[in-house]
RNA sequence: GGGGGCGUAGCUCAAUUGGUUAGAGUACUGGACUGUCGAUCCAGUGGUUGCGGGUUCGAGUCCCGUCGCCCUCGCCA
């Protein structure tokens, strides 16, 4: 039907005869002559509807209108002198028209995809089709190919074979909460979506396929955020005769790689890695953003001899005194709007309060609290967190994990109001050594950190039993910006150990045999040691192409509801299939 | 489940302290215009101010409830 798209014409196209199709962008009629800027996702191509062409032919084009399908032939032509344009890369050519079809009329569309103001996200996911023309769009779903592409030659030339695995499975209540399928043939049975390939790329190590990869799609019911969809993709992958430092490699491969064909940059190899234990202590955040320094300062030594008595109280009672030098920052902060940082760490993390204090001309520490404290006092944490004239210190004094999660949310949040950061750059690193277990609010007892299928470094196997929390993971995650873009451990390849490990999360033998059986089995006939790790897709393309919500990767995301604007799903279905189903609703 | 933000014309937004007939740009319709490219110029159509209730002489504005979208805490092996 068409001979060029509406991106690729060029001076060098003079004098020949084509036909472009695609949509009406815009149209500028000056009664005796009609342009036609026509656009599909290679670009757009200048249209002119000229007298000499036919009187039929203008009075057909006026009636175009914004998104009207159209295919048009006629003679490419270079611009008259001073009609060049330069914004475009066709802009050195025209189209003269000679003939138009008209393939398809559009209605008035809510909004145009190539307006300069972006409609609000509930309209663009309810026209997806509309929003999806945008080129912003086209670019990004481009690049998803595109990074989708460099991965699968990777993985290839690495010697790693695609396999698919099911997409119904076996419910695994431990994790996160779990799609149903309902069985018809076998009424109240349910098959579960896959939270991840998990076990079936364990059991392809143990059936010899030793280097597994998959873009997988993953499901699990929980509340979304900008990076969360209920639905999602991983680059899944898993490796037999290796440590964790074979995987990582790996992945660091491929980092480099991708930074490489999109950012232009040669990253150092092997990217850098730290400890979780040192992430907590220097970042508070297991996924540290280190684009920008702004480490965590632990003063609780210094806060057990002050005379503040929230700094004592929390020092003699087990927690902790850790603050953060916002350098030069004094100034941006009023008291009301250091107010309002407390009031985010109180509210959203749990602190009981913000200590604050900003540096004046001679180093000296002001704020309401100073009062509480000696110079001597004052000096040694203003050495300690190398203090400044015009810095302001933050600190927050409670339980670890608290002082944790109210100080990463405020590096994070004063990181980007400061602009500590250049937003083209990003950084890539790992953490590793993550504990096996944490303790389940709910029950009380162990859970698992990673899954439980993670193997111990094996300096802490032996600990399993005596000190849990004391054990470490072979568990790797790679993070890119302080996003979790992923993670990985070696798995347990043993079935004594895996049982070992089921009965510290609380899973009796019978339960283990009934849901993981299989594996046990598996695990005894002969099991590789294997490892692997898996990427969310979707963060990744969204870091690389700079945005900020994954929904704008995901050609078709659903709303913080889970439902899709588009289709309206999830609705209501035909009592017919709920009868077939054996299922009923409660109303 | 909790906290917060937003919701006014098809779309993007405005509307002073609660005050007369809710405006602008754009889109759309009609007209003018033979080199524009965010075309321009003239005219016009278009509103249950998300929905329901309340306070008030009077509500887009204040209060309560509710729905939707977004951010976030919990949740996410």
């Given at each position: 039907m068409r001979t060029h798209t509406c991106g690729e014409l060029r001076a060098e196209h003079e004098g020949q005869t084509v036909t472009v199709c695609g949509w009406v962008d815009t149209y500028r009629d000056h009664s005796g002559v009609l342009f036609v800027d026509l656009r599909d996702r290679y670009g757009k191509t200048q249209v002119v509807f000229a007298p000499e062409a036919g009187g039929e032919l203008l009075a057909a084009a006026k009636l175009l209108r914004g998104e009207d399908v159209v295919a048009v032939t006629g003679t490419v032509a270079g611009r008259p002198e001073g009609t060049v344009n330069p914004k475009l890369p066709t802009g050195a050519i025209e189209v003269r028209a000679g003939q138009l079809a008209v393939l398809n009329k559009s209605r008035t569309?809510?909004?145009?995809?190539?307006?300069?103001?972006l409609p609000g996200e509930d309209i663009r996911l309810k026209h997806r089709y509309l929003d999806l023309r945008r080129p912003a769009m086209q670019q990004t779903l481009l690049l998803r190919h595109r990074i989708v592409k460099v991965m699968r030659d990777y993985f290839d030339e690495l010697g790693f074979l695609d396999v698919e695995t099911p997409m119904l499975g076996r419910s695994t209540p431990e994790g996160a909460r779990d799609y149903l399928v309902p069985s018809r043939v076998q009424p109240g049975t349910f098959y579960a979506l896959p939270q991840s390939p998990q076990l079936y790329k364990q059991i392809l190590m143990i059936a010899g396929y030793d280097r597994y990869v998959q873009i997988a799609r993953c499901f699990r019911d929980e509340d979304l955020r900008?990076?969360?969809?209920p639905e999602f993709t991983q680059l899944d992958l898993e490796m037999s005769f290796v440590e964790a430092d074979d995987v990582m490699g790996v992945i660091d491969g491929l980092m480099a790689r991708l930074a490489k064909e999109f950012l232009g940059r040669e990253i150092a190899l092997p990217l850098p890695r730290m400890t979780y234990d040192e992430a907590m202590e220097r970042?508070?955040?297991?996924?540290?953003?280190?684009?920008f320094g702004m480490e965590i300062v632990d003063l609780t030594d210094l806060a057990r001899e002050a005379n503040f008595q929230v700094f004592r109280n929390a020092a003699e009672g087990g927690g902790r005194v850790r603050g953060i030098n916002a350098k030069g920052a004094a100034d941006r902060y009023s008291r009301k709007l250091i107010d309002e940082l407390t009031r985010f760490v109180c509210e959203d993390f749990g602190a009981r309060g913000l200590a604050w204090f900003k540096v004046g001309a001679e180093g000296k520490l002001a704020s309401?609290?100073?009062?509480?404290?000696s110079d001597d006092s004052l000096a040694r944490i203003a050495g300690r967190m190398e203090a400044e004239p015009g810095d302001l210190l933050l600190m927050v004094a409670d339980r670890f994990d608290v002082t944790c999660k109210a100080l990463h949310a405020l590096r994070k949040r004063l990181a980007a109001e400061l602009k500590l950061?250049?937003?083209?750059v990003m950084h890539f690193s790992w953490v590793v050594e993550f504990p096996m277990f944490e303790r389940d609010d709910e029950t009380g007892g162990w859970a698992a950190m990673h899954h439980p299928f993670t193997a111990p470094r094996p300096q802490d196997a032996e600990r399993l039993g005596t000190a849990p929390q004391q054990c470490r993971a072979q568990a790797y995650d790679l993070v890119i910006n302080g996003v979790e873009a992923g993670g990985g451990t070696i798995r347990i390849h043993d079935s004594t150990l895996q049982s070992q490990v089921f009965g510290l999360l609380g899973i009796d033998e019978t339960t283990a045999r009934d849901r993981f059986g299989f594996l046990l089995d598996a695990l005894q006939y002969g099991a590789p040691p294997h490892g692997g790790i898996a990427l969310g897709l979707d963060r990744v393309v969204t870091l690389f192409g700079g945005g900020e919500s994954i929904r704008d990767v995901i050609a078709f995301p659903k709303t913080q509801r889970a439902t899709d604007m588009m289709t309206g799903a999830p609705g209501p279905v035909d009592p017919r299939q709920l009868k077939e189903l054996g299922l009923s609703v409660p109303r």
């Open positions: 569309p809510p909004f145009h995809p190539t307006s300069k103001d900008a990076d969360r969809q970042f508070g955040h297991d996924a540290p953003d280190l684009r309401p609290i100073a009062k509480n404290f950061y250049e937003p083209g």
